[in-house]
């Protein structure tokens, strides 16, 4: 059976997250108090035909004070004998802000005690750490649209891929800071820049004249290389230690040529090697 726990930030996207499990075969079960779990499964184990293969559970700050009780359970289901993944679903503050000004609806911490939006958010991060700690993986939603949520929920828990370490390959830009869930980070900086080019300026790395022209020079072709090789070392040390989920992030200034070159490149080769690969461009729309 595959259980998966969904949780994270109120806002950072988990009710797309759960609409792609269940595109996918889960039973999802919004909201459940922590201290049911147990109850649940052992529900199913008497009518263990009845119930479906893939379940998750969202558990997120809507139960308060109740989400400490979510470790205490999930040990227990351990001493039963299953195991489980928790996906976390994570977003920036300020996009958090945005988008239930966008809604309308209320944060489930906003109260008397904590009447300001960044007391709520500051107050769920600090009861929600202990989930995030322990996550199997991790999706910052800040720069996804549903659709590429779903994409990536799905690649995570599709059966074929099950298996195998979950790598996103991703672009930035350092002037807009370095993604906080990189593993591996790669400065392609040192190279020359197509955005003094005029007739490349506007474009970006998806475009194949960017890229040709990136790789048009030897250092890229060399720099390249060297990075191939290193992730082909690195990545069956990282599965075989039980990684989960890897983010590989190439960056550049400003996030739209070089580093989008490089990460659709290495994303393209690792799907080649059979690798189960995402790519996404976190400041390729930015002006």
Request: overall charge positive; some cysteine; aromatic content about 10%.
């Amino acid at each position: 059976m595959r259980f998966v726990v969904v949780t994270g930030m109120s806002g950072a996207g988990k009710s797309q997250a759960v609409n792609a499990l269940e595109d996918i075969g889960f039973y999802c079960v919004d909201n459940m108090p922590p201290k049911l779990l147990v109850h649940f499964f052992a529900l199913r184990q008497e009518k263990k035909e009845q119930f479906p293969k893939k379940i998750a559970i969202v558990v997120d700050s809507r139960g308060g004070r109740m989400f400490s009780d979510l470790f205490r359970g999930l040990e227990q289901l351990k001493e039963m004998g299953y195991s489980y993944d928790i996906l976390y679903l994570d977003a920036r503050d300020d996009v958090i802000v945005t988008r239930y000004k966008e809604t309308r609806r209320k944060h489930p911490l906003l109260d008397e005690e904590h009447p300001s939006m960044q007391e709520a958010l500051e107050l769920e991060r600090e009861l929600l750490r202990p989930a995030r700690d322990q996550a199997t993986y991790v999706i910052d939603t800040s720069l996804l649209g549903a659709a590429q949520l779903k994409e990536q929920v799905a690649a995570l828990f599709l059966k074929e891929k099950k298996e195998k370490m979950f790598i996103t390959c991703t672009s930035f830009g350092f002037k807009y800071g370095v993604p906080f869930d990189a593993d591996l980070v790669f400065d392609v900086r040192c190279l020359p820049n197509p955005f003094y080019i005029p007739e490349l300026k506007s474009k970006t790395g998806l475009d194949p004249e960017v890229r040709d022209y990136v790789f048009s020079h030897q250092q890229a072709v060399l720099l390249y290389r060297k990075i191939q090789e290193l992730l082909d070392f690195t990545i069956p040390l990282y599965e075989k230690e039980g990684k989960r989920q890897l983010v590989v992030a190439f960056g550049c200034t400003g996030g739209k040529h070089r580093s989008v070159s490089f990460a659709w490149k290495a994303a393209q080769t690792m799907k080649e090697q059979g690798e189960n690969v995402f790519v996404t461009h976190r400041d390729i729309r930015k002006i």
